[in-house]
């Protein structure tokens, strides 16, 4: 089956994680430059995924059957380019934070809206593969905002940079134009998706997610202390910038492959073990964190943290699975909110954490949070299916009576 309903999404989530993934290391040292201390630095970032959250619970709010999440997604771009170019001439500090405030704001409504788009597009039957793809976005943006803004700060300043970025970022604007719009999901028959532990629409209300919601909200925690205590760790041990820049480059890579591999897995048996796999080694990733100290066992963590962004790839496809049709839109938004939700908790506890009791026994308490994800993925019990009422039974002909 085409996939032309992919080719917007995906220009549009390139650009948005080439962005944030390019920008967001250079912020500290940028606003440190500017006058802010190292802890307005870390409070700017925790403000930052703060709008990005705020972006998606926006989105989560829009009223149900909305019908422009295309131009949704072109003006919230076309406004991030303007507001990038910005950056690089704002006067003051704070007219800076604002204009970068607004910006992942967008970035938080671009997100919910392209992983809406896709899922109100592609067939039940592919959902995981076409989440797969997109989610496949996330590492390309890693590899090409690590490389290619990097160099351009080094080669040109930072005003240069904003600049080029944001006539860059108007591939958000081409994605939108070239995206596919249908207002809801239709309502589909239940138990025609392979494989499927919980079948869609079989609750009024989609309770059925609340499960799902806690898991993607603790997974976040973990990962946000996993990242923290990365850099601390790597750090309090002197590795060269090589070497950490390494270990980043080695996820980036594995996750280019793993989320179209395992959506495309997926579709084809339970999609809640693929997730249930997921977060348990997650959980591992962070485990083996905890214990690293040497080079090549921090290259092991950058393997396996990769599997932390399976969840927030192919977990739509599954939300779709687990809530009725009419309320799909605002639940794709409402679990992605969870993620950025819990990477601002994640930051503020482990920031506190690591700098009382040191690395190793946060990042081992962490690690228990993405094990209990998987547990609560046990809640989604598989509900009966509702088959349509039976009529009234065909009388049988009564044989006649043997003389």
């Not at 700017?44 to 997604?73: E, I, K, M």
């Amino acid at each position: 089956m085409k996939r032309s309903y992919l080719v917007g999404p995906c220009l549009a989530m390139f650009a948005c994680w080439t962005y944030g993934n390019g920008v967001v290391p250079l912020l500290p040292q940028y606003v440190m430059q500017r006058g802010a201390s190292p802890a307005g630095a870390g409070l700017l970032l925790g403000f930052l995924f703060l709008c990005v959250a705020l972006g998606t619970g926006v989105s989560a709010l829009l009223p149900r059957g909305f019908a422009h999440r295309r131009f949704l997604l072109g003006a919230s771009g076309a406004f991030e380019a303007a507001a990038t170019w910005y950056l690089g001439q704002a006067p003051t500090l704070t007219a800076f934070v604002v204009a970068e405030g607004s910006c992942f704001f967008m970035g938080g409504i671009q997100i919910a809206q392209a992983a809406t788009l896709v899922g109100l597009s592609a067939p039940p039957a592919e959902r995981g593969t076409a989440f797969g793809i997109l989610g496949m976005t996330n590492g390309l943006g890693g590899l090409a905002g690590g490389l290619g803004m990097g160099f351009l700060a080094d080669r040109w300043g930072p005003r240069v940079t904003f600049e080029c970025i944001g006539v860059f970022y108007l591939l958000v604007v081409a994605g939108a134009l070239l995206s596919a719009e249908r207002a809801q999901l239709p309502h589909e028959a239940p138990g025609r998706e392979p494989g499927h532990p919980v079948r869609p629409g079989q609750s009024s209300s989609g309770s059925g997610l609340a499960p799902l919601l806690a898991g993607q909200l603790l997974l976040a925690v973990a990962v946000a202390s996993g990242n923290l205590g990365r850099s601390l760790s790597m750090d309090q041990r002197s590795f060269s910038r090589l070497t950490v820049d390494l270990t980043a480059s080695i996820s980036g890579l594995v996750t280019l492959g793993l989320p179209p591999l395992l959506g495309w897995l997926s579709d084809r048996v339970q999609r809640r073990g693929i997730l249930g796999v997921a977060f348990l080694v997650s959980s591992a990733s962070i485990v083996t964190l905890a214990f690293s100290r040497e080079p090549w066992h921090f290259y092991g963590f950058a393997v396996l943290s990769a599997f932390s962004s399976i969840p927030f790839s192919i977990g739509p496809a599954f939300v779709l699975d687990v809530v009725p049709p009419r309320r799909a839109a605002r639940a794709v938004s409402v679990f992605q909110g969870m993620f950025w939700a819990g990477n601002i908790a994640g930051m503020a506890a482990s920031g506190v954490a690591f700098e009382r009791l040191g690395t190793s026994a946060p990042l081992l308490v962490a690690a228990a949070l993405p094990a209990a994800s998987a547990l609560l993925l046990l809640l989604l019990v598989r509900p009966q299916l509702s088959l349509p009422p039976r009529g009234p039974s065909p009388a049988r002909r009564r044989r006649p009576a043997r003389a």
